[in-house]
């Protein structure tokens, strides 16, 4: 199995690269882009001993305890079997 980790800044929080981003899209006149957020994405291979309902349960306590900032940051993730 793999999980597929997004994290990204809070949307209280200022995000001045997604913001560069945007501004140099419209600078270059890209059309329907309103807004950039940017955010780090990570692949975990899990052990094949893990069900589903474990791995889980670990992907869920690694982004919490090691791949995010509580404080600014929140994260999402997918399990690919």
């Known amino acids: ?3 597929h980790v997004y994290v990204t800044l809070k949307r209280t ?3 001045a690269q997604g913001q560069t981003v ?3 899209l419209r600078r270059m006149q890209y059309r ?3 807004d950039v957020r ?3 994405y990570f692949v975990l291979t899990l052990d094949d001993g893990l069900d589903r309902a474990e ?3 670990e992907v869920a306590r690694i982004v919490r305890e090691v791949l995010t900032n509580p404080v600014i940051e ?3 993730f997918r399990i690919e079997e």
């Open 32 to 34: 329907g882009v309103s």
């Open 22 to 24: 945007a501004d140099a």
């Open 13 to 15: 929080v200022l995000d």
């Open 1 to 3: 199995m793999k999980a």
């Open 38 to 40: 940017q955010g780090k």
């Open 55 to 57: 791995a889980e349960a």
């Open 74 to 76: 929140e994260a999402s």
